[in-house]
């Protein structure tokens, strides 16, 4: 586990953002599972900004979770992608695989897991991101894999359909043994309101298995943390 902590959220997707260019630089292709959330966003606008000369043609861009609404829903992680990064660069739209939020969701976790199998390799008889993007939650989730539900984490499927604990809303998640299979798994983490959840997950204290987050551990043993220093805040 290697963790990097930035003053700021805009460093931390500075420093992210140079992290994940050199790793589309260093590879052939690229697949990558991106991530909804506030962080991400402020990613995904630094990259428009200041990566212009990245080779997108290179890059596969997936979901590791996502609404169960149509994509041009404000809640959509695929809108807010579109918006702050996708309409401003230049990458094939065959190299975008969206989740089909607005179609029923069991069918969809199993199409979707249909199309990882097809379009990423197989290792470990796993389909295998090159890199995973992860947030977590206030609650200690991660991708849409929730504590009340951490059972959908052991599934044997690629994807779930999970459900918000508070709204209901239902959305389609990746399972653990996709992002524990990735080359990389990078976590994505800023605010005082996930201080305490960051120090009981790195620090493995008593009851840190209950939080989703906590079950992150690729078996390639490639795990950042890219954290701002109020999420740091309680960790030495």
Known sequence: MQISISPTKLEVAQIFSEYLEEQIKSNKTTHIALSGGSTPKVVFDYMAEHYKDVDWSTVHLYWGDERCVPPADSESNYKMTVEHLLSKI?????????VHGEDLPELEAER???VLEEELPI????PQFDIVILGMGDDGHTASIFPHEIDLWDSKNNCEVAVHPDSGQRRITITGKLINNA??????????????K???IITKEEGHDSYPASLVVPSS????????????????
């Open 112 to 114: 979707y897991g249909k």
């Open 90 to 98: 230049n990458i094939p739209k065959d190299n975008i695989h969206r």
């Open 123 to 126: 290792v470990n008889n796993i």
């Open 221 to 236: 043993g490639d795990l950042i943390w890219f954290l701002d220093e109020e999420a740091a805040a309680q960790i030495n």
């Open 183 to 196: 080359k990389t798994v990078a976590f994505l983490v800023t605010g005082s309101s996930k201080a305490e």
């Open 198 to 200: 960051v120090r009981t």
